[in-house]
């Protein structure tokens, strides 16, 4: 997966400027990743390899930043007054829990944008979140895919309730778009339209 910073993001169906860049946080000695055995394992379990002091030490850019949810978690009170200034984004991670995102803060909507992380292509993880934000938690925002996000990804995380796009920076952009519109009817009801095919459309 292409390191590269990524410069556009589809919106509602558009291309525009990435104005809302991921903290990135610092790489961790090869030796720490793996004290508790396999490095998969933090991958799988949410084991936190940054020690709270560190996350709390941890300096957060100026401007609009989504910031992982542990650092939020770390500095909240710090960062209260930036979120009320509509600066601070969350990104949560696919091993991460919802719920500690959702019990951070007082009213999840207060955040313009959360970003669901993708470590790979293939994990089912982030579709659940999305829909979990969507349904459960009434979030209203901007809910963003980032990461490992390809073309064939994108209709099926419209329909779990994300709006916004970061496709790999490799990728052409211009392609993925096409993705939004692989399917013109979808049969099954989701985030995006609760009703099914069959109650949308009466037959003659």
Known sequence: M?????????????????????????????????QAGKVVLFRLTGEQPYSPDVLAALEVPAGRVL???????????????RVAAGEIGLCIDTHELVEDLVE???DINA?????????????????????????R???????????DVLRDQLFLMKRCGF???????DRDIQVALEGLRDFSE??????????PLWRRHARA
């Open 186 to 195: 979808p049969y099954q009801g989701a985030v995006d339209e609760p009703q």
């Open 137 to 147: 938690y009434g979030y209203r925002g901007q809910l963003r895919a980032v990461g």
């Open 67 to 81: 910031v992982p949810l542990a650092v939020w978690r770390a500095q909240k009170d710090t960062l209260a007054g």
């Open 163 to 169: 709006n916004a796009f970061a496709v790999r920076a």
């Open 2 to 34: 292409s390191d590269a910073p990524v410069q556009q993001v589809i919106v509602d169906g558009q291309v525009v400027a990435n104005d809302w860049p991921l903290m990135v946080l610092p790489v961790l000695d090869e030796a720490v990743r793996k």
């Open 111 to 135: 955040f313009p944008v959360i970003a669901v992380r993708f470590e790979r292509f293939a994990d089912g993880r982030g579709y659940s979140i999305a829909t979990l934000l969507r349904t």
């Open 104 to 106: 951070s803060c007082a």
